[in-house]
Each structure stands twice: as structure tokens, then as C-alpha cells.
């Protein structure tokens, strides 16, 4: 496979993205497209008031924030932040007014109870 290349993507070029539906209240561009046991890069898009619900990470997962704010049990984190969540650590995901996030995790999460 070769290496691919996003230019411009943190600067705004997501603005540009065609997303599809993902979970309740969230959009995805998948920019690496994995399988159940394979890593996956997508940009999240979170309406206002949208969550995934408690979760377990089965693998690495990386966020960078690029617009917006995202907040977990443990923060609030705003646009530029980058959250790192270990294997087997376990949070929900909510946003109030809104985010956008670029994303890659090793394995997709285990869902565990309802969004906060």
C-alpha cells in the first residue's frame, strides 16, 4: 500500500470532506478504513450535544482536536489538543457545542454503557 498524504487537513482542508453517517450525532471521512482487527484514521465530525458512550480501548487511540471542544470524564480538551488513550482505559466522549477531530485507532473500542 502506498503512503498517503492529506495536505492541508489540520489547517481547515476537512471543511472540504464528504462525510457519512457514523454513530447518532457524528459524521465520519474515512481516511484509512480498516477492518475489526486492523487500524482506522477517519476525521470525526460531532454535532453539538453528540457522545459515544462509555467505552473500552481495545488498542492506541490518537485524537487531535481541529475545531472545536471535546470533553471526557477526565477534561475539556480544545481545538489544537492531542489526546492519547492507552489500551484498556475506559471514558465516554461528549461535546456541547460542537467538535471535529482526526482520529486513528490500532482496534476499534469496546462500547460499554450509555453516552454521559
Known sequence: ???????????GGWR????????DGVTAHWLLKGGPVEPSVA????????GVPR???????TIVVLDGTQ???????????VIL????????VWTKD???VLIQWDL???ILGETK
Not at 470524564?73 to 489544537?80: A, H, K, R, V
Open 71 to 81: 470533553s471526557d470524564e477526565n477534561g475539556d480538551y480544545p481545538t489544537g489538543s
Open 108 to 110: 476499534p473500542v469496546i
Open 43 to 50: 476525521v470525526l465530525k460531532y454535532q453539538p450535544g453528540a
Open 98 to 100: 460542537g467538535c471535529v
Open 55 to 61: 467505552h473500552r480501548h481495545a488498542g492506541l487511540e
Open 16 to 23: 472540504d470532506l464528504a462525510f457519512e453517517p457514523f454513530r
Open 85 to 92: 488513550n492507552p489500551v484498556g482505559t475506559e471514558h465516554s
Open 1 to 11: 500500500m502506498p503512503n498517503l498524504a492529506f495536505a492541508g487537513l489540520v489547517d
